[in-house]
């Protein structure tokens, strides 16, 4: 076992190197310069809707790794220093590859501009892998420009600096080829390949995984009756089978078992944070992610903005009163006609994606619209933390582009050729160049001006459900953090007691308690499962307190050292023991040699 995964390893690590270093991946690596140059410049575009965002998460996800937590779960500086669990609903693994960058030396904004950039090459990356495997490698050569430039993946970029979803977009492409692959071949490496896949999608965006995992069902069945009529598929079953009713059977269930497989496998992989979102996000009050301005119904577009060449910077507007784009893209649009005039000239699996994606389109289309209501009301329990109908656009970016590849076999046989894929990748790049411009501006970053920033702006903002007055608008550390003093997180709430805050880190708090008579002690920390306390290394019990829901500690006579950490909880723990498992068995089945252990 030790010697196939290192023989794994080692031809992982080539396999990758090769597709890295291949000159079709710096061709596009070349296209994908005129969208990246902008983050290699000075300053930082902080008015994008999240940029700021984005900064302060991975600060504040830096100060929970340092003070010892392996997976970060608790933003310290959140809600005015009182705390939130961010990463319990925030899938964490933008912030684990920005966390890597700024532990090699960047800064936190250079560190984010990094993982910005490599999200866009790699979704080109991951496009291409699975547009050519399908259509060719010249039309998977314009489906991989058209993915990078189609108008929503740059206001992901710069418009909306949504770099959790901007992520995302690395995934759909590669999830699609790993069970393209997995249905066609059958071998349960692809089942491990396609997990990990899946499992990564979900790990970058829980709203993106909502809304493409309906697409990955329906490609795996447009698969499976894309195969059930190759009759070749046929004469595989009917070598091992007896009767050729038998043989459909069988076909049928082997062909279902393997994604079934890799989707298990996947939701095993993500366990890790999967399972707290499921038993613990009930502490946390929904309204202000689902209600108000959130709310779904305020957020479906009007027909003439998906094609409207508008470009704006503001934020979402509520009924189609958005102030900025939010257009499907009149290039990729006009060459997903061309890829429909194709259908008459292709035929067998190139025309079958054409005609599916061409549908997804039309469906994605239709579920953007008022008109689809109805079908959101249906589904609201889930599709509410989708929050806006509008993030089908990242969807249809990925059907787009692919469907933009495609136009390439409408033209004749021999211009189908790699200077018609360039032309036509060189007309995309100039006609959405417009779109590769933010709004730079100088910022500074550090815990004094993002507590400014929350003051100022209401935002980085949460509530559980051990609040019981109103949302605060300040806390008594809002001065100590704009002022740049040593924090004093606690106070004690009965006289004759004084409290000394020793230390203060991410996820833990440590505090000198000196009282002639047992004493309260309120720590200016929400409370939430997962934090401990001990007294003189003894356990203690915490409780919430007050209309904040802050953390409450009974202190008995005398002089002692009070420590809380934020730990985990079963929910967490036995999420973390299934992905490792589930790690383990993914790898396991990658390591085995190409062509064993079929299942049938």
Not at 17 to 23: R, T
Not at 497 to 523: C, F, P
Request: charged share 15%; proline share 5%; with cysteine.
């Amino acid at each position: 076992m030790k010697d196939n995964m290192q023989k794994w390893f080692s031809s992982f690590i080539l396999h990758l190197s090769s597709f890295i270093l291949h000159p079709s991946s710096c061709i596009l690596l070349a296209f994908c310069v005129f969208a990246l140059a902008p983050l290699t410049a000075p300053g930082y575009f902080i008015y994008a809707h999240d940029a700021r965002h984005s900064v302060y998460f991975l600060q504040m996800f830096d100060l929970s790794l340092r003070d010892g937590a392996w997976y970060p779960r608790w933003a310290a500086d959140m809600v005015f220093g009182y705390g939130y669990p961010l990463w319990l609903i925030l899938a964490p693994i933008p912030f684990f590859v920005g966390e890597a960058f700024h532990l090699v030396g960047f800064d936190f904004v250079s560190a984010v501009k990094i993982v910005d950039g490599l999200a866009v090459w790699f979704s080109a990356l991951t496009m291409c892998l699975f547009a050519s495997r399908v259509l060719g490698k010249h039309a998977g050569l314009v489906a991989a420009v058209a993915y990078v430039y189609v108008p929503y993946h740059l206001a992901d970029l710069y418009v909306r600096a949504a770099q959790a979803e901007l992520v995302a977009f690395v995934f759909p492409p590669l999830v699609c080829w790993a069970f393209h692959e997995l249905v066609l071949t059958r071998r349960a490496r692809y089942i491990s390949i396609a997990a990990l896949a899946y499992a990564g999608l979900v790990l970058s965006h829980i709203q993106t995984a909502v809304l493409f995992t309906p697409i990955i069902g329906l490609y795996i069945l447009f698969l499976f009756f894309t195969q059930l009529s190759n009759a070749s598929s046929f004469a595989f079953a009917q070598d091992r089978l007896l009767t050729p009713h038998a043989s459909r059977i069988t076909f049928l269930l082997s062909s279902l078992i393997y994604p079934l497989s890799a989707l298990l496998l996947a939701l095993g992989l993500a366990a890790i944070f999967l399972l707290p979102v499921v038993f613990e996000q009930k502490y946390l009050t929904p309204e202000p992610l689902i209600g108000g301005f959130f709310s779904y119904r305020s957020h479906f577009l009007n027909a003439n903005q998906l094609l409207s060449p508008f470009w704006g910077y503001g934020y979402a507007g509520e009924n189609g009163t958005d102030q900025f784009s939010l257009q499907l893209g009149l290039m990729p649009t006009l060459l997903a006609f061309v890829a429909l005039l194709a259908l008459a000239k292709t035929q067998g699996t190139i025309r079958g994606h054409i005609a599916f994606f061409a549908a997804i389109t039309a469906g994605i289309v239709f579920l953007m619209l008022p008109i689809s209501r109805p079908v959101w009301d249906s589904f609201a329990s889930v599709v509410a933390y989708v929050q806006f109908p509008w993030r089908w656009l990242i969807v249809s970016a990925f059907a787009l582009a692919f469907l933009s590849g495609a136009a390439i076999h409408a033209l004749p046989d021999a211009a189908r050729d790699l200077a018609s894929a360039l032309a036509i990748a060189l007309i995309f790049v100039a006609a959405n160049y417009a779109y590769t411009e933010p709004q730079r501006t100088e910022a500074v970053f550090n815990y004094q001006t993002q507590m400014e920033f929350e003051v100022k702006y209401r935002e980085l903002l949460g509530d559980t459900v051990w609040m019981t007055g109103a949302r605060p608008q300040d806390s008594p550390l809002v001065e100590q953090y704009v002022n740049g003093e040593k924090l004093r997180k606690a106070i004690a709430l009965d006289a004759g007691a004084t409290v000394e805050t020793l230390r203060y880190g991410g996820q833990s708090t440590d505090l000198r308690v000196e009282s002639s008579a047992a004493t309260r002690v309120m720590v200016y920390t929400r409370y939430f499962p997962g934090w401990t306390a001990t007294i003189d290394s003894q356990p203690a019990q915490v409780e919430p307190y007050g209309e904040q829901g802050l953390i409450l500690v009974r202190v008995p006579a005398g002089a002692h050292v009070v420590r809380l950490r934020f730990e985990d909880t079963p929910a967490r723990q036995i999420g973390a023991i299934v992905s490792a498992i589930s790690l383990i068995v993914a790898l396991g089945l990658a390591c085995r040699p190409i062509g064993k252990f079929r299942i049938v």
